[in-house]
C-alpha cells in the first residue's frame, strides 16, 4: 500500500540549515516531491527527484533520497523566516497521481 | 490561463444540499486532478482525468462524489447530501500530459467547503 510518513513540526534559528525528513512505503514510487504550503496560498513545487537518483541539489535546497530505507530528506540551507511553511513529502507512483505526506510545520526563528 | 483557477474560493453550504465546485485547468493540460485537504492533513487524491475519461476515481469517498470534464479543459466536481464531515479544502490540479516523463502538477488555490 501507499503510505507517506513525516515528522509535524520543525523550529530552527534563522540562518542554521533545516533537515525535513520523509518515509515512504511504496517501492514503485518513480519520483519524489517537495512541496510547499504557505498559510492561504496553494500547494507550490519546490523540488523533485528521480527514483534512481540519490541526490539533487538545487540553490539553497538539498534532496537526498536512500531507496533501500526509503527515506526521504530536504535540507534548506540558510533558511530564512521566509521559509516558514508547511512542507509536503509526495510520491507518484503508477497509479498516475500524487500520495502526500501529511506535512511538516518549518518555523523559523528570527 | 496563467495558471488553475478554482471557484469559488469559499463556500458555505446547509448538510443535505447540493454542491458543485469548478476547475480551469492550464490551457492545453490534458490530466486533470482533484485531491481534498481537511485540516493539519495532506491532500488526499480524489480523481484524476485524461482528457474527458475519469481514468482512475478510486479516491472518491461515495458514491455522493462525482466530478466531470465534458469538453476536456474545465472540471466540476460535485458532491450530493453534504454532510459535516465533507469539509475540506478541495484542490484541483493540472499537468501537461499526466505521462511518466510529466514531473510537475501545478495546483489551483482551492476551494474552502463549510458544511453546518
Known amino acids: 500500500g501507499e503510505d507517506v510518513e513525516q515528522s509535524l513540526f520543525l523550529s530552527v534559528r534563522e540562518g542554521d540549515s533545516s533537515v525535513i525528513n520523509c518515509t515512504y512505503t511504496?517501492?514503485?514510487?518513480?519520483?519524489l516531491y517537495w512541496y510547499k504550503q504557505e498559510p492561504g496560498a496553494g500547494l507550490q513545487l519546490l523540488t523533485y527527484i528521480f527514483s534512481n537518483m540519490d541526490m539533487k541539489q538545487d540553490q539553497r535546497l538539498t534532496v537526498l533520497l536512500n531507496k533501500k530505507d526509503k527515506h526521504l530528506s530536504l535540507r534548506i540551507a540558510d533558511t530564512q523566516t521566509g521559509d516558514s511553511a508547511i512542507y509536503f513529502c509526495a510520491e507518484f507512483t503508477g497509479r498516475r497521481a500524487l500520495t502526500f505526506g501529511s506535512g511538516t510545520r518549518l518555523q523559523v526563528q528570527p | 490561463g496563467a495558471g488553475v483557477s478554482q471557484t469559488p474560493s469559499n463556500k458555505v453550504t446547509e448538510k443535505g444540499k447540493y454542491v458543485e465546485l469548478r476547475c480551469d485547468p492550464i490551457?492545453?493540460?490534458?490530466?486533470l486532478y482533484w485531491y481534498r485537504q481537511s485540516l493539519g492533513q495532506g491532500p488526499e487524491f480524489l480523481i484524476y482525468f485524461q482528457g474527458t475519461g475519469a481514468a482512475d476515481d478510486s479516491g472518491l469517498p461515495n458514491d455522493r462524489f462525482f466530478a466531470v470534464r465534458p469538453e476536456g479543459s474545465v472540471s466540476t466536481l460535485k458532491i450530493q447530501r453534504t454532510e459535516r464531515g465533507d469539509s475540506a479544502v478541495y484542490l484541483c490540479?493540472?499537468?501537461?500530459?499526466?505521462?511518466?516523463?510529466?514531473?510537475?502538477?501545478?495546483f489551483g488555490q482551492g476551494t474552502r467547503l463549510t458544511v453546518v
Open positions: 490551457s492545453g493540460h490534458t490530466a
Open positions: 490540479a493540472s499537468s501537461r500530459t499526466g505521462g511518466p516523463g510529466d514531473t510537475e502538477a501545478f
Open positions: 511504496d517501492s514503485s514510487s518513480t519520483y
